[in-house]
């Protein structure tokens, strides 16, 4: 009478265990479902993500032509007034394509080129006739102000550019050489004052009639002083030797 009734209720306890084993793999197969629908779907919205942003521009976005015809899309600054006079410039700077290009030292964004606008009329021309240079910012150089409420007028606009990559790298930086260049303060009269391992400082007097570099050049540390009514050269002295005293 025992051993049926014991048979009978290992029977049902295996019915039972077979029962749930079959309701946990239906359980297990619902969740990948769900887990691999999750998967498709994060896929599909990075997918369309991407090409979002790829076609995304910026509301401030310009196409240029290179000089070999290619289109290039940059993105303007903000207008800046130059001190004292009516003028005007933006800075056209680039766009960055998430590729490593040029150096991390400059940033995802570099300034290429600058648009002048001049007088009541807005005539326009840029600073160069190539966005192929690194161009860091514009300084505007001014005499010391007369009165406190009154504007100090820029006597000259300074540039700091890198324009070829002189360390044989493979991309533009800081490490490469950088010219400095001097224009009126509507942007004419473009004059290169020199080509240096670095411009380490730069002041301009007082009355604005004179410009002192404070430069490195060929292993050395040199101090210049150019006019800024003709950009012209007016002294120049070696101070120390790199790893000398001066």
Same mark, same amino acid.
């Given at each position: 009478?025992?051993?049926?009734?014991? %048979?009978?209720?290992?029977?049902?306890?295996?019915?039972?265990?077979?029962?749930?084993?079959?309701?946990?793999?239906?359980?297990? %197969?619902?969740?990948?479902?769900?887990?691999?629908?999750?998967?498709?779907?994060?896929?599909?919205?990075?997918?369309?993500?991407?090409?979002?942003?790829?076609?995304?521009?910026?509301?401030?976005?310009?196409?240029?032509?290179?000089? !070999?015809? !290619?289109?290039?899309?940059?993105?303007?600054?903000?207008?800046?007034?130059?001190?004292?006079?009516?003028?005007?410039?933006?800075?056209? %700077? /680039?766009? /960055?394509?998430?590729?490593?290009?040029? /150096?991390?030292?400059?940033?995802?964004?570099?300034?290429?080129?600058?648009?002048?606008?001049?007088?009541?009329?807005?005539?326009?021309?840029?600073?160069?006739?190539?966005?192929?240079?690194?161009?860091?910012?514009?300084?505007?150089?001014?005499?010391?102000?007369?009165?406190?409420?009154?504007?100090?007028?820029?006597?000259?606009?300074?540039?700091?550019?890198?324009?070829?990559?002189?360390?044989?790298?493979?991309?533009?930086?800081?490490?490469?050489?950088?010219?400095?260049?001097?224009?009126?303060?509507?942007? *004419?009269?473009?004059?290169?004052?020199?080509?240096?391992?670095?411009?380490?400082?730069?002041?301009?007097?007082?009355?604005? !009639?004179?410009?002192?570099?404070?430069?490195?050049?060929?292993?050395?540390?040199?101090?210049?002083?150019?006019?800024?009514?003709?950009? *012209?050269?007016?002294?120049?002295?070696?101070?120390?030797?790199?790893?000398?005293?001066?």
């Amino acid at each position: 009478f025992l051993l049926p009734r014991w %048979r009978r209720m290992v029977h049902r306890k295996k019915d039972e265990l077979m029962e749930q084993s079959r309701i946990f793999q239906w359980i297990a %197969r619902v969740n990948a479902i769900i887990f691999l629908i999750i998967l498709v779907t994060a896929a599909v919205m990075l997918a369309m993500s991407m090409l979002q942003t790829s076609d995304w521009q910026p509301q401030d976005a310009v196409v240029v032509k290179d000089a !070999e015809e !290619e289109q290039k899309v940059m993105r303007l600054g903000d207008l800046v007034p130059v001190a004292g006079h009516d003028v005007q410039y933006v800075e056209l %700077r /680039s766009i /960055s394509s998430g590729k490593r290009l040029y /150096s991390s030292s400059y940033g995802s964004s570099h300034t290429k080129n600058v648009l002048f606008l001049v007088g009541p009329e807005l005539a326009a021309h840029w600073l160069y006739d190539t966005e192929d240079y690194h161009i860091n910012g514009v300084q505007q150089l001014t005499m010391q102000k007369k009165h406190a409420d009154t504007e100090a007028p820029a006597v000259a606009l300074l540039y700091q550019v890198i324009k070829e990559d002189s360390n044989g790298d493979g991309e533009l930086s800081w490490q490469d050489q950088v010219t400095v260049a001097l224009t009126k303060p509507d942007g *004419n009269g473009y004059v290169e004052l020199g080509q240096f391992d670095a411009l380490i400082s730069h002041e301009a007097d007082k009355k604005g !009639e004179h410009l002192t570099l404070l430069v490195r050049k060929g292993g050395a540390i040199f101090v210049e002083q150019y006019g800024l009514i003709d950009f *012209n050269k007016i002294a120049e002295k070696m101070l120390t030797r790199i790893g000398e005293k001066v």
